[in-house]
T-cell receptor, first 114, second 106 residues
């Protein structure tokens, strides 16, 4: 039973390009959470999704960032026209449908904007 | 007021010491509480869930105080390997505190 899989592990983009980060949740998990972590800082909540639905996107920047979790396939976090300030580690976590259960994390994608 | 607040530390303690962290939360309706551990540049991993009655796992004890809206983590007999950042998590929407950094020194 594979854990949460994120890819790529490392991503380098030039300013103005698009970054697409993928997250495959654990088998049987229908909840996905995305977080951003800047160096020496804590995890900042970005978005909470269930299959085909965005439940809470209050942590997402209003521009350039979007997330989806389609019926089939991984969850995608998309950053358009990246800027240097987008450089960070992006973690996703998944949890099952059951209430009050912990979430499991992927190893993260480290985005570097040059 | 932030949804989840933690003292960022750092906490520097000698081996064998007892150390405690608190985490306050703003949503009184929250039902889920966890402590996670994050090592440098790695993903967070679940340390323990926090139950209403309090719970213990070896050297680690977690407690919930609903009236004052905080959870706590107590680590007894600290080991060098306990050095990490400890993150509290509140709610089904998994809101993390900023983390408390612990360094255990010989």
């Amino acid at each position: 039973n594979a854990g949460v899989m994120q890819n790529p592990r490392h991503l380098v983009r030039r300013r103005g390009q698009e970054a697409r980060l993928r997250c495959s949740p654990m088998k049987g998990h229908s909840h996905v959470y995305w977080y951003r972590q800047l160096p020496e800082e804590g995890l900042k909540f970005m978005v909470y999704l269930q299959k085909e639905n965005i439940i809470d996107e209050s942590g997402m920047p209003k521009e350039r960032f979007s997330a989806e979790f389609p019926k089939e396939g991984p969850s995608i976090l998309r950053i358009q026209q990246v800027v240097r300030g987008d450089s960070a580690a992006y973690f996703c976590a998944s949890s099952p449908e059951t209430m009050n259960t912990e979430a499991f994390f992927g190893q993260g994608t480290r985005l570097t904007v040059v | 007021r932030k949804e989840v607040e933690q003292d960022p530390g750092p906490f520097n303690v000698p081996e064998g010491a007892t150390v405690a962290f608190n985490c306050t939360y703003s949503n009184s309706a929250s039902q889920s509480f966890f402590w996670y551990r994050q090592d440098c540049r790695k993903e967070p991993k679940l340390l323990m869930s926090v139950y209403s009655s309090g719970n213990e796992d070896g050297r680690f004890t977690a407690q919930l105080n609903r009236a004052s809206q905080y959870i706590s983590l107590l680590i007894r007999d600290s080991k060098l390997s306990d050095s990490a950042t400890y993150l509290c998590v509140v709610g089904n929407d998994m809101r993390f505190g900023a983390g408390t950094r612990l360094t255990v020194k010989p």
